[in-house]
């Protein structure tokens, strides 16, 4: 699935991020990226077949994938490449903010999993406010046998509040999730694991498993 190419590319351009090296290896970027534009495909195409508004969501595989290029306005002093490439499913519509499926590709950190990362303000209000109400659906998913089986390392976070957010009670019995920023769940994946002859399979069945995760967040995000 994820061609050996592709881990060149990357690991050339961590080793030589300037604009420069790029130019002469673009051939190579759009050859990886070609790559990636096919496996998004592929994993359209797999995860609809459990979550059939994933279709509707991704119907141009290259929309999925993500730019190259950093963002130089919030990057300053960083070098202008990225040195990893995500192949991002939305998970609901045409909706941006919501929570997706993904495959992080990149040199010795693969992973694949589900969930939403940089949350909007609104956005996480909403979660919030549906994780109080429903504790039980919410740990039903989080805490549930599949989930842990797949994600042992639990959730992953961009970070989480030292104290209980403003409208709660410290005591919430489901206040170590309220105080989350992000709400994803991770598998870590070998190099060889997304190279493999059954990739497609391993990397759909993190997905099938992330998917109760996505659908929550998403009800929770759009309604």
């Not at 609901?92 to 990149?106: C, K, R, T």
């Not at 940089?118 to 039903?140: F, H, Q």
Request: one cysteine or more; glycine letters at 8%; charged letters at 30%.
């Amino acid at each position: 699935m994820i061609e050996k190419h592709t881990f060149d590319f990357l690991k050339g351009i961590a080793a030589h991020n300037d604009k420069e090296w790029f130019e002469e290896h673009r051939d190579d970027y759009e050859r990886a990226k070609s790559n990636l534009v096919e496996v998004a495909g592929l994993l359209i195409d797999a995860a609809s077949r459990f979550d059939p508004k994933v279709k509707k969501a991704n119907a141009e595989p290259t929309k999925c994938v993500t730019r190259i290029n950093r963002d130089m306005r919030f990057a300053k002093g960083k070098p202008p490449y990225k040195t990893d490439l995500f192949v991002m499913l939305n998970g609901v519509g045409d909706y941006q903010g919501s929570a997706s499926y993904y495959l992080h590709v990149e040199p010795g950190a693969c992973y694949a999993g589900g969930g939403i990362f940089t949350t909007e303000p609104k956005a996480l209000d909403n979660i919030r406010k549906r994780i109080a109400a429903s504790v039980p659906k919410w740990t039903g998913v989080v805490e549930s046998r599949e989930m842990k089986a797949m994600f042992p390392d639990g959730l992953t976070s961009p970070g989480e509040l030292k104290r209980a957010p403003q409208g709660y009670d410290p005591d919430h019995p489901a206040i170590e999730y309220l105080r989350l920023k992000g709400f994803c769940a991770n598998r870590k994946l070998t190099n060889k694991q997304v190279q493999g002859d059954d990739a497609l399979d391993v990397v759909v069945e993190t997905f099938a498993a992330a998917q109760p995760l996505v659908a929550y967040l998403n009800d929770a995000i759009v309604g």
